[in-house]
């Protein structure tokens, strides 16, 4: 695997001034965020844990906010692997573009319904990975299937949409799209929230897990 190049931008970020940026917005948008301040570390441990990130070369975020997640997927990611995060919200697209200049990152300002149109602009047929920050369980259910929808058309056949939330409502409408979805809680964040892994592939019927072809 080659290395990842490094950037300065993580380090010279001011852990103070995104919480403050965050809180901001939360009380100007209160349901586009859903929560007051970012992801904690082992929140961002446990969504990033499943992936393998010697073979993701095309990956995708949903709502980076301050760049949490952004921040430790291009510390782990391949040198030639791409990110393409989609944010609404105008002055977090901004500050992505900012605050992290690495050539491996594109920012679009964009809503996660259009993941499909995205991918295809940037010459990519399908991503590896989707990691999902919004907040879809405060959505209208139709939106919330569409983006579910669009993120698995938007996958590998061997891809996984790796979803965070507060609550476990969205769990039917990720079924409706994913054959395969597991479920994890991290304790560790504020709020808890919830973790569901989800695959295109149908998984293995027990009586056939754990055989050798
Ligand atoms: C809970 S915050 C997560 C921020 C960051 N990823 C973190 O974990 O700290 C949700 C983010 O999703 C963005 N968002 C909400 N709806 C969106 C949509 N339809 N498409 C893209 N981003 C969206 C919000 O603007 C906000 O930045």
Known sequence: MEAAPTTSAPEARSHAAEALLFARN????PHMLGSIMPS???LVDAVLEPVDWSRARVLVEYGPGVGTFTAEILRRMRADARLIVIETNDEFVKF???AFPDKRLSVEHDSAENVARILQRHAHARADYVVSGIPLGSMPRQLQADITLASRTGL???GKLLVYQF????????RESFPDVRRGVVIRNFPPARLFECSTAVPAPAWAQGRSA
């Open 96 to 98: 992505i573009g900012s």
């Open 26 to 29: 939360f009380l100007r948008y």
């Open 156 to 158: 590998e056949p061997s």
């Open 167 to 174: 609550t476990s409502r969205v769990l039917p409408v990720l």
């Open 40 to 42: 904690s570390r082992y």
